[in-house]
């Protein structure tokens, strides 16, 4: 069974208001909480029914909106640390996209597309390779061993109660809360 995990120590983060947090945080739950149903009823073994293959394909929706909310709620911090410049991602993310500015305006350009969905830095280890990718559903989109590394919601739920339709803002809100510390675990992970 999986926990969720509690990100209350990101209330107070300058840009977010404790109310879109809470709320944020209680559908991050509901994934958690989902994502133990499916098991529940799957671990049945009741495959010839029908609703196994819809319990199948509904599974990856659960899964990764708990997972990737892991990875973005894990992501933030209650501080303004500077990404250092001694940083083996810092210097690969400048290797791969010429310079940190241009990846940052690749990855706020990504986020800023129209629709629902993440814009993901992912680290395409086969390949010693960073991108930025779009992901417009949980489940569907992502890069096959690919690790993500940085995940920014950018479903309206993630931003809407703070700053209606100024998705800009908030994606500057995000930037300016970013762990890199963790970022960069991340990366350096086998």
């Known amino acids: 069974m999986y926990e969720a995990k509690n990100y209350e120590h990101l209330l107070g983060l300058p840009g977010f208001s ?69 940083s083996e991602l810092r210097k690969k993310i400048i290797r791969d996209f010429g310079s940190f500015e241009n990846w940052e305006k690749d990855f706020k350009a990504t986020a800023m597309m129209r629709g629902i969905g993440w814009a993901i830095l992912y680290y395409d280890r086969m390949a010693d390779k960073l991108l930025n990718v779009w992901v417009g559903e949980h489940d569907t989109g992502h890069l096959a061993g690919a690790a993500p590394l940085l995940p920014l919601d950018v479903f309206e739920h993630a931003f809407m109660l703070d700053y209606g339709t100024k998705r800009a803002d908030y994606i500057e809100a995000f930037m300016k809360a970013i762990d890199w510390k963790v970022v960069e675990e991340r990366f350096t992970q086998p």
């Open 18 to 86: 404790d109310n879109a947090l809470k709320t944020h945080l209680t559908l991050y739950q509901g994934y958690v909480t989902n994502t133990n149903k499916f098991l529940e009823i799957l671990a049945k073994g009741e495959t010839a029914s029908p609703d196994f293959a819809g319990f199948k394909r509904r599974f990856g929706w659960e899964f990764n909106g708990m997972r990737l909310h892991e990875y973005y709620f894990g992501a933030m911090k209650n501080s303004g640390e500077q990404f250092s410049a001694a």
